[in-house]
């Protein structure tokens, strides 16, 4: 008699980076079902710088998909960052950052992720997830139904109204638009640190086809953050007046919150486990999060081809083991984002900055922060 081998149920929350990278990890690997639900419609615009660090590129070397990109993307070589007293350096990777437009960057890869197997059902909205008496994950409900599965991966971003992780969050309000024409170099993103967003920063990102996305980022309890709109006016005026003077804006102005972390707190269950910005992990400074959304899904991927047992699910054991990966590879880049934030909201440092160091010392912090070099003189 020939016996055959159940395959574990596993459906991922979320198709964006986090949730689409596990998809592509596990269906690569085979031996699971792997279902993926989105409550959008691909390709779905997401509000989002869409700068690829050189952390980001080389998860994408990981998942074999950075090729796919290299005639899509713009290749930002250089950064122009302005610190809060004015300080301007130009600060240059190896390689540099991509600039990906999320909406075909996503939609490339989950269609990679069903490519080799994966099912995605888009318009599908998760509405809680499924748990038996005893508190046990055994699938989700969606306005559709509900969908059992042997392990559920929440990947559904922020705020992830799924999330386990009882600790107070560390949200960052956003606000940000797509224009054409704007006079900037095409080569060079710039990031401003004004002191009015409490130690986060304004963006001008070149996307491909003549456009730049520009936006800002302030921590959610900031005094600036009540009033977004007039605030971005302001700062666009100051900043970019020149730069927008002949542009023309595409669509409206869009926000969406961001939660960052100094923290890993809960992030795994016997038949859940978090990844991505469901899961906070997004950095504090920066605000860098799809990197770490891919690297968590690979991760998470990982641990699950070669731990998880549909008849016991994750041991607590192998969940510590996950949630110490994820601490071990992210946790130190994190402080260091909340390290450099804090130093740019705070008014002794920044004196102590202007005074005593020079524009190399801001160069030296924000390079760390963004994985850039100074620049070699033009
Ligand atoms: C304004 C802004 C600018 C940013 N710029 C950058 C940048 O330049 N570079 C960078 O690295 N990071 C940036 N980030 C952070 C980055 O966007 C996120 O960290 C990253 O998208 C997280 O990926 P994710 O897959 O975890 O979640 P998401 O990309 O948010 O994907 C979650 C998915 O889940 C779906 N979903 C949500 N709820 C449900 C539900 N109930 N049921 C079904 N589906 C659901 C959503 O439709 C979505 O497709 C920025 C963030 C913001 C807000």
Known sequence: MMLTMVQPKIVIVGAGPSGAACALSLAKRGGAEVIVLDKSSYPRV????????????ELLDRLELRARFADRCVHMPRLLARGPEGHEVQLAGREGAWVVPRVEFDNALITEAVRHGASFREETKVTALLRDADGTVRGVTTEHGD???DLVICANGSPSRFSIDTHPTQGIRTLMGWWTGVALRRDEGVMIWDRRLAGYYLWAFPEP?????????????????????????A????????????AELRGKWMGHPATVTTRIGDIAE????????????????????????????????????KHFDRDLGLTLPQRAFYRARIVARMLPKFWAGEAFARLMRSDRARELSA?????????????RLVGSEPAPPA
């Open 209 to 233: 086809g003549n456009v730049f996305n520009i936006g800002l980022t302030i921590p959610e309890h900031a005094a600036e953050a009540t009033h977004l709109k007039p605030l971005f006016e």
């Open 147 to 149: 969908l059992e599965a």
């Open 270 to 305: 016997g038949r859940a486990m978090w990844i991505g910005e469901a899961a906070r992990l997004v950095s504090p400074g920066s605000v860098e999060g799809i990197s770490f959304a891919m690297e968590s899904g690979v991760i998470a991927a990982d641990v699950i081809a």
């Open 46 to 57: 997401k509000v989002c710088g869409s700068g690829l660090s050189p952390h980001a590129l």
């Open 235 to 246: 700062l666009l005026d100051e900043h970019f007046g020149a730069a927008l003077a002949g």
């Open 355 to 367: 005074k005593m160091l020079d524009p190399q010392w801001f160069a030296s912090k924000a390079s």
